[in-house]
């Protein structure tokens, strides 16, 4: 049988043909991409999530994704590995350390107030002002109805939030003299400031405790010891509940992680604070923010 061998010049162009063919079909590789996880404080929560939405927008590096839960949810989820920054209203606590040991850094992102929030008719009604012996007798159950305190004749809706909340720890600590004490003149439990917000927005008696950045939108804020929390009381330090916000990291930040800190920290960041409706830890020009509550003294 006759054997037919194929000029060695086709056989070349064929290789040549299979070849590009391969190559056409292939894909450059992506680079790669580190995921950053955030968690933590639901109050630290709106300023994690808008400059994460800015710092993922500017870089391809990195893609930051946040999540809430509270800020002792926050420094577990850090010192077991499970996230990069840990968003917190307080700073770690002794018992933190002593659980998880001395690795905790911390980085200030701003400034914010515990404002005392009241229901719209309340504030109408004149409860304008409480000093910290009211407020505490009010979560002890001293105080039950709002005629007590130059109000109508109703029985308080106090609200509180979780356990494991920074909000709640900060609160307990300034007014009620420890962050374990008892409130049981607590009807409810919010989980976050938005709760907060919507639980007092929900009725015509009520009482909560929440971040500067959710007042307004029916919830009226009250002068504390005859102090009112606004954009520069909190700046100055004036009202007595003002308070810092963290990001912590566990040991050494990852790049990804100092990378977002760093933009947090900075003029883009700070700005992103101000419109959150938080106090920045660094002037920013007033053209790159709407600073809240800046120019007066009642925020309703």
């Known amino acids: 049988m006759a054997v037919h061998l194929l ?13 590009s063919a391969l190559l056409a079909g292939i894909a450059p590789c992506p680079a790669l991409v580190s995921d950053v996880k955030v968690s933590g404080s639901s109050t630290v929560m709106p300023l994690a999530e808008a400059a994460a939405e800015q710092f993922n927008l500017q870089q391809s590096d990195y893609v930051v994704s946040v999540s809430a839960g509270g800020t002792g949810a926050g420094i577990l989820g850090i010192a077991e590995r499970k996230n990069d920054i ?7 606590t002794a018992g933190e350390i002593e659980r998880f040991g001395d690795s905790f850094r911390e980085f200030e992102v701003g400034f914010d107030g515990i404002s005392i929030g009241v229901s719209r008719a309340i504030y109408e009604a004149g409860v304008v002002s409480l000093n910290r012996s009211q407020v505490r007798d009010i979560y002890s159950g001293n105080i039950t109805n709002w ?7 109703k029985d308080i809706f106090v609200i509180c ?11 307990n600590e300034n007014v009620m003299g420890s962050t374990d004490a008892e409130t ?17 927005n929900g009725s015509d008696k ?12 029916g919830v009226s804020g009250i002068a504390y010891n005859g102090v009112m929390p606004t954009y520069e009381n909190i700046k100055l330090g004036l009202y ?6 963290y990001f912590y990291t566990y040991g050494e930040p990852s790049a990804g992680a100092q990378a977002f800190i760093d933009f947090v920290q900075g003029e883009v960041g700070q700005s992103i604070a101000a419109e959150q409706g938080f106090v920045p830890i660094r002037s920013i ?7 809240p509550g800046s120019g007066g003294n009642n925020l309703t």
Do not use: C, W
């Open 86 to 92: 840990a968003m917190a209203s307080r700073q770690v």
């Open 240 to 245: 007595d509940l003002h308070r810092h916000l």
């Open 184 to 200: 049981p003149g607590v009807d409810t439990v919010a989980m976050s400031g938005a709760e907060v917000k919507t639980a007092i």
């Open 285 to 291: 020009s007033p053209s790159s923010a709407n600073i």
């Open 161 to 171: 939030r979780e356990y494991g909340s920074g909000t709640r720890d900060s609160f």
């Open 206 to 217: 009520a009482i909560g405790y929440l971040g500067f950045n959710y007042l307004g939108g």
């Open 147 to 153: 005629m007590q305190l130059g109000g109508p004749d």
């Open 7 to 19: 000029p060695v010049g086709f056989i070349r162009k064929l290789t040549v043909i299979f070849i």
